[in-house]
């Protein structure tokens, strides 16, 4: 299974970063991970932007469905074991993701009802997904 993290902008806090780095290569024990970042400002990036067309689309939403993360890793072990090859999560700005873009999401997910700031949403998600194949390796991390 291969995890495509999209991020809209780059990840410039250094501390932020070294932590979104971390959590991905500890992903990468589990799955094929990729970590794309595009420049906010071009238009020509979002463009040039190539997704799976049978991937699975998860934009990154505060109006997206909560979930604990039980129920995270629940899903994602599903979308595994039911062949799902790539997962695309979407993770945007600050004005989020254009509209071309966030339509192709097949879901939506929030991971907090509290406002982050989007690099601190990335490093959020990378240790989210880090803990969901965790728990479903029976690893000792999660607790």
């Known amino acids: 299974m291969k995890i495509h993290l999209v991020m ?8 932020i970063r070294s932590l979104l780095d ?4 500890r992903v990468g024990r ?4 990729q ?3 595009l420049r906010e400002d071009s238009a020509a990036s979002l463009r040039k932007l190539a997704l799976n067309s049978s991937a699975t689309i998860v ?3 505060d109006a997206g469905k909560p979930q604990t993360s039980a129920q995270f890793a629940r899903w994602l072990g599903e979308a595994r074991d039911n062949g799902a090859r790539e997962i695309v999560f979407l993770c945007g700005g ?5 509209e071309t873009l ?3 999401a097949t879901q939506k997910l929030s991971l907090s009802s509290l406002t982050f700031s989007h690099e601190l949403a990335r490093a959020m998600l ?3 997904l880090y803990r969901a194949f965790a728990l479903l390796a029976g690893h000792p991390y999660p607790k």
């Not at 809209?8 to 501390?15: C, D, M």
């Not at 971390?22 to 290569?25: H, K, Q, T």
């Not at 600050?94 to 254009?98: L, R, V």
Request: glycine share 6%.
């Open 22 to 25: 971390d959590y991905l290569a």
């Open 8 to 15: 809209l902008g780059k990840t410039r806090r250094p501390e």
């Open 30 to 33: 589990f799955a094929d991970v």
């Open 35 to 37: 970590l794309t970042e």
């Open 102 to 104: 966030s339509r192709r």
């Open 59 to 61: 934009l990154l939403d």
């Open 126 to 128: 990378a240790e989210q």
């Open 94 to 98: 600050a004005e989020g993701f254009p």
